[in-house]
């Protein structure tokens, strides 16, 4: 007789364990205007705000007069992991002075090797470089990630020292 | 011409009949017939599998907070016809060591199955392509010849997923028709017939649901969760097992062979939910109250076409309910399930409709 | 009788042949890159045999050629789903090496991000359980509430998935002013959200059949295998490091440790489950108590490790991940071994799934929790 009761009372426990289960999927589809969380994303691209803090992509800030705060000491280069940063820069003389300094010619970022570990940008002494939100960067051949992130004649402000 | 009236779709049938048979000799004429049953046949399993299949993925986008298809379309709604276009140009694929026939007839008889099945349902009042004595009992009879399909698919793709797949639904297919054909048996010792269109009549002034009282809810449980295991859908798509067989018997096979798996899964799908609903919910019949004249004279404007889908409907999306709430069950419980539960309380439940009959306890 | 007797001479006669099967590496259920070959008697495992090595990139080569800034980054990669707490690992050794005083604030943040981590893992599992089990709704409920964790994550350190937020001597930025607003608003989420989970799984009587007593890993092997991990304590070994070892902030937190007896595929699901009401409780009291001060201890620019060997172990959230650093005295170790918890886990599968059916594999692997990359390395 026992054995009975356990049967019935097992197929009822059942049922009502899985009918608990259908009224939480139940609710969610009954309501789901409300409770969808899918962004639509090309859609949403005028108002997807990025958080500020994201890290999408190393970039260097030019103001107005292209210039840089980049003064190629190659610290970044050596704290990147992955060699990521390649300076190439050059000795040009002083138009005033007269004396050679060194400035960089190109500031090369292979955006393809980089895992955006921030490191470059703790490294930097200059604030140079910061990383920016955008992040849409598909392309079709890895050597279009090849950034050099100082403008064509940039130079560096005057008021960045060493 | 032939004037098409939504309530009895008798006249318009005989209309269609006599003007052929007044043009061609007798022959011709039932050819033409069923010339004109097959094109109507196949487009409409056409047309409601691309429906069902479009309302599948949105069910499931909604249960699982999602949106589903929206880019093809306003809402998405050209989504399954793009998607079958493309399983049509695709490239067929048959691996090397497959037994090339069988690999080629197994969809076939899938498709052939669930056609077969579709002869006796009836849609609508007259709207029915055969109405044989042993309706019902053809159905399940037609419908379960399907899985020879997957058991030769799963075999001649020459793939150990796919054969651990076709074993597995074999199992499952032959342990679960008992339960769908005994919880159909109780409906029948209530009705009194296994011809549909009679099935139907005796719920003239009641769906047996209601007639029935419990056991006829309990044998609608053991129908909804057989009906389920029996279309190989989830929690019982143990056949196919995406997460332990990738995809079971039908692994192998790729573009419009795969499709018709697919439609296959989905007209017996309809299949099921039609014969629930012409057993449990009376077919085409509009919901009646006693005494309610006029609430029943609002229930007739309806016309029963519309009832009899919008039953099949609801059967339909308590079925995908299920699939999308619970887990798979593992081959050896899937058994338990039906042999220690489904079955005796199946045959209990007969008993008790007999008594219950015998003793005129129903409405 | 004779009858019988003569049909079950036939049944004798019939040979059945063992085959093999290769599960993966492009299986849906062996969660990334595994290979598993399974020798099989009809559906019954006779044999499993895990083949490692698909992803793996050589990450502690990579570190000897790496300085300990730079080290960090790479341990994201593990076992991704901890990320946090690897990094973790890797920056408390550097720290105990040189001796250096990480500030309270620094040590208060590094807890309470390993925890939400922890949870944003095991919700990750959680979902994928499910899944693999056949309920695909629960994956993506699993997903939707990991999502609030990895906003909080991005909004603080700039990314969702690769944190790196650690660096030797404390955290790499202060927290975003909008993170106790956000902490907050996930833990009032989540608490109403978690019964949901037991409604869904937990409770449910196919889930419950799918697991009980599938699978049991005794005491004994667990601790012979070297199981560490909510899988180890699911069959009553304790091993929790915060608990016994305990290192940044988790001697002033108040948590219990989950233990079990059964050892099966449900106490191991449960122990998580269980965890992650614990996690949120850990979260919860270190909330309001962030220490004011300084969120990372000053380091020279150059960290040289002096000549010597040093050895950390953390909790993640699949078990006791070690990390063990041979130095030379130069800027780079000289050879650093990880000691991953997947690993070890891992190989207990042939104990557990020979004997059981293919779909009980698929839950036994669900719940021992491997991430392949973590395997690997």
Redesign the interface.
């Known amino acids: 007789m026992n054995a009975i009761v356990r049967y019935f009372a097992g197929i009822f426990k059942g049922l009502k364990t899985l009918a608990t289960g259908m009224k939480v999927t139940g609710y969610y589809f009954s309501h789901a205007r409300k409770e969808i969380i899918t962004q639509q994303y090309p859609e949403n691209r005028d108002t997807l705000q990025m958080f500020e803090r994201f890290r999408g992509i190393v970039t260097m800030p030019h103001d107005e007069n292209n210039e840089h705060r980049c003064t190629g000491c190659s610290a970044c280069e050596v704290a990147c992991p992955n060699g990521s940063i390649e300076i190439l820069w050059q000795r040009l003389e002083d138009p005033e002075t007269g004396k050679k300094k060194k400035t960089i010619d190109k500031f090369v970022y292979h955006y393809s090797m980089c895992t955006l570990c921030n490191l470059c940008i703790l490294a930097c002494p200059t604030d140079a470089i910061k990383m920016d939100q955008t992040f849409e960067y598909a392309v079709y051949d890895r050597k279009e990630l090849t950034f050099i992130l100082n403008k064509p004649g940039s130079k560096v402000r005057a008021d960045v020292k060493e | 011409m032939f004037a098409i009236n939504l309530y009895d779709f008798s006249g318009t049938v005989n209309s269609i009949h006599q003007w052929l048979n007044a043009r061609l000799t007798p022959g011709w004429a039932t050819a033409a017939e069923w010339a004109i049953i097959g094109i109507s046949l196949i487009l409409f399993v056409a047309i409601s599998v691309i429906i069902l299949v479009y309302v599948e993925r949105k069910v499931a986008a909604f249960f699982q907070l999602r949106i589903g298809p929206n880019r093809v379309g306003k809402w998405g709604l050209l989504q399954t016809i793009a998607d079958f276009l493309k399983l049509l140009m695709k490239e067929h694929i048959t691996s090397k060591n497959a037994d090339k026939f069988l690999f080629n007839l197994a969809p076939f008889i899938m498709v052939t199955a669930v056609f077969l099945g579709l002869g006796a349902i009836p849609f609508a009042k007259g709207l029915q392509i055969f109405d044989i004595n042993i309706g019902l009992f053809y159905i399940a009879a037609a419908s379960s010849v399907g899985v020879f399909g997957i058991l030769l698919g799963g075999w001649a793709g020459n793939n150990k997923y796919s054969l651990i797949g076709a074993l597995r639904s074999g199992a499952q297919v032959v342990s679960y028709e008992l339960s769908i054909m005994l919880s159909l048996l109780t409906m029948v010792v209530f009705t009194g017939s296994l011809q549909l269109s009679q099935i139907i009549a005796s719920q003239q002034d009641g769906w047996w649901i209601f007639k029935g009282h419990l056991p006829a809810w309990i044998a609608f449980i053991i129908f909804m969760i057989a009906g389920t295991a029996e279309t190989n859908r989830g929690p019982f798509d143990l056949a196919e097992a995406e997460s332990e067989l990738t995809a079971g018997f039908h692994t192998e096979y790729s573009g419009i062979k795969f499709a018709m798996f697919f439609l296959a899964e989905y007209v017996s799908l309809f299949i099921i939910a039609a014969v629930g609903a012409t057993v449990f919910f009376g077919g085409w019949m509009p919901f009646h109250i006693d005494d309610w004249a006029a609430f029943n004279r609002i229930m007739d404007y309806i016309p029963p076409i519309v009832w009899f889908f919008g039953k099949v409907a609801m059967l339909i999306g308590i079925i995908m309910w299920f699939k999308w709430t619970f887990p798979r069950l593992r081959i050896d419980q899937l058994l338990v399930l039906e042999w220690k539960y489904l079955l005796p309380l199946n045959l209990m439940n007969l008993i008790l409709v007999s008594f219950i009959v015998l003793m005129g306890w129903y409405f | 009788m004779e009858l019988v007797k003569q049909q079950r001479d036939t049944a004798s006669d019939l040979k059945t042949q063992e085959?093999f099967?290769n599960m993966g590496p492009q299986?849906?259920?062996t969660h990334g890159v595994l290979r598993l070959v399974l020798g099989?008697d009809g559906?019954i495992i006779t044999k499993v045999e895990p083949h490692i090595g698909y992803i793996h990139r050589s990450i502690e080569k990579m570190c000897e050629h790496?300085n300990y800034?730079?080290i960090v980054?790479?341990t994201?990669r593990m076992d991704y789903l901890s990320a946090h707490i690897n990094n973790e690992a890797v920056c408390l050794a550097v720290e105990n090496a040189l001796e250096i005083e990480v500030p309270e604030r620094a040590r208060v943040i590094r807890t309470i991000f390993a925890e939400l981590t922890r949870l944003a893992s095991h919700q990750l599992w959680w979902g994928v359980m499910?899944?693999?089990?056949?309920?695909?709704?629960?994956?993506?409920?699993g997903f939707?509430d990991r999502?609030m964790i990895n906003d909080i994550f991005?909004?603080?350190?700039?990314?969702r998935l690769?944190m790196?937020y650690n660096?030797p001597g404390g955290v790499?930025?202060d927290l975003?002013p909008n993170f106790h607003k956000r902490v907050k608003e996930f833990i009032a989420h989540f608490k109403t959200k978690l019964p949901?989970y037991d409604?869904?799984?937990s409770?449910?009587?196919?889930?419950?059949?799918?697991t009980e007593g599938v699978g049991i890993l005794s005491k004994e092997d667990a601790i012979s295998y070297g199981v560490t991990g909510p899988t180890a304590r699911a069959s009553g070994v304790s091993c929790d490091v915060r608990k016994l070892h305990p290192y940044s902030a988790y001697d002033r937190v108040d948590f219990k440790e989950i233990l079990m007896e059964e050892g099966d595929s449900f106490a191991r699901y449960k122990a998580r489950v269980l965890e992650m009401w614990e996690s949120l409780s850990i979260v919860e009291q270190l909330i309001d108590n962030i220490p004011e001060g300084d969120f990372q201890a000053p380091t020279k620019a150059v960290i040289k490790l002096p000549k010597g060997e040093y050895y950390q172990r953390v909790e993640t959230a699949r078990g006791e991940l070690g990390v063990y650093i041979v130095s030379d005295g130069g800027k780079s170790p000289y050879r650093l071994k990880f000691r991953s918890p997947g690993f070890s886990n891992l190989f207990v599968l042939e104990k557990l799934a020979v004997g059981s059916?293919?779909?009980?594999?698929?839950a036994i692997m669900s719940t021992i929790d491997i991430v392949v990359p973590d395997i690997d390395r």
């Open positions: 085959y099967v299986h849906p259920s099989l559906e790496d800034r730079q980054h790479l994201d499910g899944m693999d089990l056949g309920a695909l709704t629960a994956f993506l409920y939707r999502e991005e909004e603080t350190c700039g990314a690769t790196n660096v790499m930025f975003h949901e409604d869904l799984l409770n449910n009587v196919i889930f419950r059949q799918r059916k293919i779909a009980d594999l698929v």
